[in-house]
């Protein structure tokens, strides 16, 4: 009884330990996210060439539903993403379009950033995608934090070989995330900081996405303001809603 | 049967003299025979690299979707398609085929592709592809295996067993998206081909795609492509307007197009080094008839008819001009027969070889066009350049000719 | 030296049967030498001019790196100073600015990949012959910025007609997404794939707007007066250029694939000149040589008088001479007529080929050119040859005794 208790509690030891990292990663989605929220946001986009800023508006409905409005500059003012799922549909108020992204568009830059349109579409699978566990720990700005490896699922179509994120142990939200390539190259890494309280939680207000390929470039979202579990329609979802900007 | 011995014994009276013109004819024969196969070899190169390594000898699809190759466009029923082929006898071996447009991406990059689903055992009897993967392995069978061009695989930046996301439009019009793992990278004869062209197994392409158990094409070949538009044509009847049966002419017209046309740029080829030999042979066989000046007059005075003379002259230039070309289509053959094993490695145009989906080693190609062009027109025109010295010997006045010096 | 020149000349006509066939081999050599290659280097030439001008340009003007790898990014500031530079370029014929990029059009439900241009279209028309090969419609004007000219196989494949709205979406210079709407006024058909496959025609100004590329432009493509001096003109412009920190590619570094295929075929055509010429020498060769042996009895009496065996071979020389050089002058005239007939009125294949050519982007033609340089080359060659062809024969007149000359029939 006593000699088979030991590989039983090593057994159930990381047992505990896969399930505690899918639990933070999990508990740090959803802190993030919520069942729905509405915020806005700067975007910064930075490149040796020129640098510019875009002021957006968006609404999430858990994971699996967002739309993204931008408010400025005039040019773009107007423009409008909407997802659906894994799909992706953008307005465009110049024109009075409405165009699904296709396929071939999915690794193209959404609105000029670092992120690609397959980052908003992927966003809500990270859970589903990847197998997790806790690497070590680390501090990041200061605050102690789990490293925790992801490493894709054998069959989940994500293009990254490993995926290592750190999340803070006092609040659960993340501190940084870094994508590595099947070779373990970093090609790109995401900082948050400027932690801060909106809508009655505190999370992280910038996050800026560095292109580790490309000297000297990077995205850098940062909240203006963020309300969470605010009721929103699912009409707010629909072509009726994206091509609503016409009349206004 | 006298005029024949007669004209073969007249060529050996001035044994230099035929040797001479017996050595252009065939110099010429060789050379341009050699050039002939070597450059027939590429075109045919260029086609049976197509047909042999992808397109086969005949594709089905849903009509109009050569045209346009949307997914919606599919095969509902392949298994009524497969019944037809099976009990088709010219049918040799088929294979069923998922293809569409689609983006494949590494953590690095990405590239639009066409993604083409197979049955790697089925595909393995019907393609060579297999024999151009240069790293890795094969299809195995295994589901979200890839296979790739190296030159692909080195934009995405992949190794073998690498991860590679396919995304391409599913048949229900959402995004439809699956991992692939290399298995393997080809490097086939042409760039564009290695650039653009995946390979996966049709059951992870069909749930990708959402297509379920339908196909996008029926790739076979047959067992007389000579008889191809022949086997269409029943094929046609039996499948019925729903579907398009297009033979590799038609996928590939413009290769076709080029094959005609180089054809008939070789038989002016052949003609000029012709008309370049006749000036030998006029010469030849003028001086030749004007020596026997005395000769023909004592044949003419014994009684030989005009026409008889004519034939015999000519029939001495024809044997000049076949064997001739005999002899240097030998020899030809003597340098056609190694190079059509090793092959004419033209690393230094690689490049462009390349691009126009040749290979850069050429291995010349031995057509019934090359023998006829060889073996009739140089002849022909060695008669050609008889008829001159011929009439001049059919002209000569009996007395006359006697008398002559 | 006088008297053998005389000599020489008489004998070449008392046989003037064999003399006139011989020169008329040497006749036919030159001239089919001379024209085979001026239809090689014809076609060549068309071919390159057909489409530098239908599309690529004689020479490019990029930023440095845009060829390896194109984004808007590498691309640079048209100004007056450029302007004026390139205009001081003596062979530079016209010069148009041009912006290309990657967008997605689409067309109520269907979107697709595009190419976009932005040319200036006055400009465009002095460098390409893109203008013309609208099959539907008309080109773009200034008067109507949000016009666009389309592929036709991209207006087919969108499902569209002349005169529909089409959307264009694109990243800008700055990556924001611009969007603009266009009304479709043409469909070209250029035999280029791609092109008919994928792009998007539209006024500078306007791709400027859309992409954020006020005052700028991916390239410029300029048109040469000469295909053939391009190298001196090239390196000329680069110099010129420097100031501004630009690239200057020819057509063979835009298109590395074309100039490499055509020297290929080059290296083919080189060997049917050469197995021409082959031929000929045999022929040459063979008509010395039997002129030599039936003056063998004449050669044994010369000889036995007191001619030197010396003077001798070098009257026969000289009769040789003479027969090339007749040959070779009515070769080089015939050819000239014949190169500057087909420059003047080139030969079209038939019907069928030239329209499925022609869709694929070639001209199924036969065109000539009149390069010095494959006169003179191909002349040298057949001369060289039929003296090299020559030996033979009188090393047999070097062997030659007086006695057994008169005695051998």
Redesign the interface.
């Known amino acids: 009884m006593k000699r088979r208790s030991i590989p039983l509690l090593l057994f159930s030891f990381s047992l505990l330990n896969a399930q505690s990292a899918y639990e933070i990663v999990k508990r740090s989605e959803d802190l993030v996210r919520g069942e729905s929220s509405r915020g806005s946001f700067r975007m910064t986009v930075v490149t040796p060439e020129y640098s510019r800023t875009i002021i957006m508006d968006s609404w999430w409905k858990g994971t699996d539903k967002a739309l993204i409005e931008i408010k400025s500059p005039p040019r773009e003012a107007g423009n409008k993403t909407l997802k659906v799922g894994n799909e992706l549909w953008m307005y465009l108020r110049n024109t009075e379009t409405t165009i699904k992204v296709p396929p071939s568009m999915m690794m193209q830059s959404w609105n000029g950033s670092d992120f690609t349109n397959d980052d908003l579409v992927r966003e809500s699978s990270m859970a589903d995608d990847y197998t997790m566990e806790i690497a070590g720990e680390d501090t990041v700005g200061g605050a102690p934090t789990w490293i925790i490896d992801l490493s894709p699922r054998p069959t989940a179509p994500v293009v990254w070989g490993r995926i290592r994120h750190w999340v803070r142990k006092s609040d659960y939200l993340p501190a940084r995330t870094e994508y590595f390539d099947e070779k373990g190259t970093l090609v790109r890494t995401m900082l948050y900081s400027d932690f801060r309280r909106f809508g009655g939680r505190v999370l992280p207000g910038k996050w800026r996405m560095l292109d580790n390929l490309e000297e000297g470039e990077y995205t850098e979202l940062e909240y203006l303001s963020l309300d969470f579990d605010v009721n929103i329609s699912d009409r707010m979802f629909s072509f009726r809603e994206l091509e609503r900007g016409r009349r206004q | 049967m006298i005029l024949l011995s007669l004209a073969w014994r007249n060529l050996w009276r001035n044994t230099?003299?035929s040797v001479?013109?017996l050595?252009?004819v065939a110099?010429?024969v060789v050379?341009?025979v050699t050039?002939d196969t070597l450059?027939r070899g590429m075109v045919f190169q260029m086609l049976n690299n197509q047909v042999g390594s992808h397109v086969t000898h005949m594709q089905i699809h849903r009509a109009g979707f050569h045209k346009?190759p949307v997914i919606q466009s599919t095969i509902a029923d392949p298994e009524q398609i497969e019944n037809v082929l099976r009990s088709d006898p010219d049918i040799v071996q088929y294979s069923r085929r998922v293809v569409t447009?689609?983006?494949l991406?590494?953590?690095?990059n990405?590239s639009?592709v066409s993604i083409v689903g197979i049955d790697p055992e089925r595909e393995r009897s019907l393609t060579t592809i297999r024999s151009y993967i240069v790293e890795g392995s094969y299809l195995t069978g295994a589901p979200?295996e890839i296979v790739l061009g190296k030159a692909l695989a080195e934009k995405l930046?992949?190794?073998l067993?690498?991860?590679?996301?396919?995304?391409?439009?599913a048949k229900d019009g959402?995004?439809?998206?699956?991992?692939f793992r290399v298995a393997g990278l080809f490097e086939t004869f042409s760039s564009e081909f290695d650039k653009t062209s995946i390979y996966v197994p049709r059951s992870s392409a069909q749930t990708m795609l959402a297509l379920g158990s339908e196909v996008s094409e029926f790739a076979m070949l047959v067992t007389d492509p000579d008889r191809l538009t022949e086997i269409a044509e029943r094929l046609r009847g039996r499948l019925g307007e729903e579907y398009e049966v297009l033979p590799y002419m038609d996928l590939l017209?413009?290769l076709v197009?080029q094959i005609e046309?180089y054809d008939q740029s070789m038989v002016i080829?052949y003609v000029?080094?012709g008309?370049?030999?006749i000036?030998?042979i006029?010469?030849?066989m003028?001086?030749s008839v004007f020596e026997r000046i005395k000769e023909f007059g004592v044949l003419k005075a014994v009684g030989m008819k005009n026409g008889r003379i004519l034939i015999m002259v000519l029939t001495e230039a024809l044997f000049l001009g076949m064997l001739g070309t005999v002899v240097g289509f030998l020899v030809g053959y003597l340098v056609y027969l190694p190079l059509s094993t090793s092959g004419l490695d033209?690393s230094a145009?690689s490049?462009?070889?390349r691009?126009?989906g040749v290979g850069a080693i050429i291995y010349p190609v031995l057509t019934a066009g090359v023998i006829t062009n060889a073996l009739i027109i140089i002849p022909l025109m060695a008669v050609a350049g008889a008829v001159y010295p011929a009439v001049r010997a059919m002209r000569l006045e009996p007395v006359h000719a006697i008398r002559y010096v | 030296m006088r008297l053998l020149l005389t000599l020489a000349w008489r004998n070449v006509w008392r046989n003037k049967r064999r003399s006139i066939i011989t020169i008329l081999a040497v006749t036919f050599a030159v001239m089919l030498s001379i024209v085979m290659r001026g239809i090689q280097l014809g076609t060549y030439e068309v071919n390159i001019r057909h489409v530098v001008e239908l599309f690529t340009g004689y020479i490019q003007l990029q930023a440095p790196g845009y060829q390896e790898s194109p984004s808007l990014r590498k691309s640079f500031r048209l100004g007056p100073e450029l302007q004026d530079a390139l205009a001081e370029e003596d062979e530079v014929l016209a010069s148009a600015p041009r912006i290309v990029g990657d967008g997605l059009v689409s067309f109520r439900d269907n979107s697709q990949g595009a190419i976009l241009f932005g040319v200036d279209p006055s400009a465009e028309r002095s460098v390409s012959t893109l203008p013309d090969k609208v099959s539907a419609g008309f080109f773009l004007s200034e008067k109507n910025p949000y016009d666009v000219v389309v592929g036709h196989t991209l207006l087919e494949n969108l499902g569209c007609a002349l005169g529909d709205d089409l959307v264009v979406l694109a990243q800008g210079y700055d990556g924001s997404l611009g969007n603009l709407k266009f009304r479709i006024v043409g469909a070209m058909k250029t035999g280029i794939l791609d092109l008919d496959r994928s792009a998007v025609l539209m006024p500078l100004a306007t791709a400027q707007e859309l992409l954020l590329m006020e005052g700028r432009a991916t390239m410029i493509v300029v048109r040469l007066e000469n295909l053939r001096r391009i190298d001196q003109v090239r390196e000329s412009l680069a110099a010129r250029l420097d100031p501004f920190g630009l690239a200057v590619l020819s057509w063979g570094e835009v298109m590395p694939d074309l100039r490499e295929g055509i020297e290929l075929d080059n290296v083919s055509g080189m060997l049917m000149l050469a197995i021409l010429i082959l031929v000929v020498a045999f022929g040459i060769t063979n008509t010395v040589l039997m002129s030599v042996t039936e003056r063998f009895r004449e050669f044994g009496i010369v000889l036995s008088v007191g001619m030197q065996t010396r003077t001798l071979v070098g009257l026969v020389v000289l009769e040789i001479a003479f027969i090339v050089a007749i040959g070779t002058t009515a070769g080089n005239a015939l050819a000239y007529g014949i190169n500057s007939y087909l420059a003047a009125n080139p030969i079209s294949f038939g019907s069928e080929f030239e329209q499925m050519y022609a869709e694929y982007g070639f001209l199924p033609r036969i065109e000539s050119i009149i390069l010095l340089s494959s006169f003179v080359n191909n002349t040298l060659a057949i001369l060289g040859v039929s003296l090299l062809a020559s030996l033979y024969p009188l090393t047999k007149i070097l062997r030659l005794e007086p006695l057994k000359g008169i005695r051998y029939t």
């Open positions: 230099r003299r001479i013109v050595t252009s110099i010429g050379a341009t050039l450059s346009n447009f689609g983006l991406s590494s953590a690095t990405s639009g979200r930046e992949v190794g067993g690498d991860r590679v996301v396919a995304m391409a439009s959402t995004m439809g998206s699956e991992l017209p413009f197009l046309l080829f000029i080094v008309i370049a030999l000036f030998g006029i010469n030849t003028l001086m033209l145009f490049g462009s070889l691009s126009f």
